[in-house]
T-cell receptor, first 116, second 110 residues
Framework: DTGVSQNPRHKITKRGQNVTFRCDPI?????LYWYRQTLGQGPEFLTY????????KSRLLSDRFSAERPKGSFSTLEIQRTEQGDSAMYLC??????????????FGPGTRLTVL | AQRVTQPEKLLSVFKGAPVELKCNYS??????LFWYVQYSRQRLQLLLR??SRESIKGFTADLNKGETSFHLKKPFAQEEDSAMYYC????????????FGKGTKLSVKP
């Protein structure tokens, strides 16, 4: 499967715990995005990487959230001291800055987080 | 403010009927508009983008800058078109992060 993959697909945690999600983009894509989607809403942008550099962060990304893309390949999103309001689907997408699919974002299946 | 508005949460039509999913946007610069679709139990995928001017699965969308709209149309709906549809925008030449609408659920009845 050459698409974007995300792990885990589901995560249930207790309030106050830390969680980490992983995203593996399409291998030749240099851009990687994280979005959050809550029930009844469209995806909301969280942060964006070009290669290993984190170039933009949304105001939605509180200090409890941190994202990395250490070698410009996979990315991790960590949420510290989770709150019930963090319950959502976390989506990862990747895109290329060249070729016929320029800037077309390919989405992963998402990680559904439930904070009890 | 940068915003995408999809006024209908749910649109229900019969097979063979025309369908129009509305999308209006607010953006200060030059936007690039997209329609994404999510079929049941599948991931979000691009349906079409305004700069490519393609017709995908019989769907078309025209960017109307005067009315700041990018409505999605299909002359004859099929049952397999039933899905969640999201309109989205990014800035032309920007880094590409997307601003999504809340989505419209299309239900095509037999």
């Amino acid at each position: 499967d050459t698409g974007v993959s995300q792990n885990p697909r589901h995560k249930i945690t207790k309030r106050g715990q830390n969680v980490t999600f992983r995203c593996d983009p399409i291998s030749e894509h240099n851009r990687l995005y994280w979005y959050r989607q809550t029930l009844g809403q469209g995806p909301e942008f969280l942060t964006y990487f070009q290669n290993e550099a984190q170039l933009e962060k949304s105001r939605l990304l509180s200090d409890r959230f941190s994202a990395e893309r250490p070698k410009g390949s996979f990315s991790t999103l960590e949420i510290q001291r989770t709150e019930q309001g963090d319950s959502a689907m976390y989506l990862c997408a990747s895109s290329s800055t060249g070729g016929s699919s320029y800037n077309e974002q390919f989405f992963g299946p998402g990680t559904r987080l439930t904070v009890l | 403010a940068q915003r995408v508005t999809q006024p209908e949460k749910l649109l229900s039509v019969f097979k063979g009927a025309p369908v129009e999913l509305k999308c209006n946007y607010s953006y200060s610069g030059s936007p690039e508009l997209f329609w994404y679709v999510q079929y049941s139990r599948q991931r979000l995928q691009l349906l079409l983008r305004h700069i490519s001017r393609e017709s995908i699965k019989g769907f078309t969308a025209d960017l109307n800058k005067g009315e700041t709209s990018f409505h999605l149309k299909k002359p004859f709906a099929q049952e397999e078109d039933s899905a969640m549809y999201y309109c989205a925008l990014s800035g032309l030449g920007s880094q590409g992060n997307l601003i999504f609408g809340k989505g419209t659920k299309l239900s095509v009845k037999p």
